[in-house]
């Protein structure tokens, strides 16, 4: 059974990085079958994609439009875990951040992280 | 972008049938999946692909898809079902959601 578990601060002050980590288990971060993503939610926004890693014999990334010039996500092999970081941050970012795990392009979303609100405010 | 339009709000009996729609331009040529988000709670897979269901997911759950249309389908509703539901296809992208009401 794949669980993920989601960790980072919940307030974050404006024009700072927004950073959480997703620990995975019962998979691997490194799988060649599946990608790891990152998706928030706001009543303004509804469920955003934000972005995904994913490993196919090399490490690829994709990232949605609204936020490609800030963010990165990145795979951790050593403690089987991904991050997300979100630069330069604004009180439209507040949402609450899900990770998600996808078997391949065109596949639903199987498996989520519990989420966290994250507030961007002074 | 690609733009997915659910109505805001479905209300039924419980024992009754709930028909929630996802209209999107040829959404018959995209696979559709299907979440339900109960409140205070991450998305929980209930239909992928149009029409399958992933395990543990009881079988009063239906979707469809054709045309401009996917539909999912809640048969002998109970106060349980009581949640938001969303479609999603890839690019990817999210419905706004449909909240359905247990009279």
């Known amino acids: 059974q794949v669980q993920l578990q989601q960790s980072g601060p919940g307030l974050v002050k404006p024009s700072q990085t927004l950073s959480l980590t997703c620990a995975i288990s019962g998979d691997s971060v490194s799988s060649d079958s599946a990608a790891w993503n990152w998706i928030r939610q706001s009543p303004s926004r509804g469920l955003e994609w934000l972005g995904r890693t994913y490993y196919r014999s090399t490490w690829y990334n994709g990232y949605a439009v609204s936020v490609k010039s800030r963010i990165t996500i990145k795979p951790d092999t050593s403690k089987n875990q991904f991050y997300l970081q979100l630069d330069s941050v604004t009180p439209e970012d507040t949402a609450v951040y899900y990770c998600a795990r996808d078997s391949g392009s065109f596949l639903p979303f199987d498996y989520w992280g519990q989420g966290i609100l994250v507030t961007v405010s002074s | 972008s690609y733009v997915l339009t659910q109505p805001p709000s479905v209300s039924v009996a419980p024992g009754q049938t709930a028909r929630i729609t996802c209209g999107g331009d040829n959404i018959g040529s995209k696979a559709v999946h299907w979440y339900q988000q109960k409140s205070g709670q991450a998305p929980v897979l209930v239909v992928y692909?149009?029409?399958h269901r992933p395990s543990g997911i009881p079988d009063r759950f239906s979707g469809s898809n054709s045309g401009n249309t996917a539909t999912l389908t809640i048969s002998r509703v109970e106060a349980g079902d009581e949640a938001d539901y969303y479609c999603?296809?890839?690019?990817?992208?999210f419905g706004g959601g449909t909240k359905l009401t247990v009279l």
């Open positions: 999603q296809v890839w690019d990817p992208v």
């Open positions: 692909d149009d029409t």
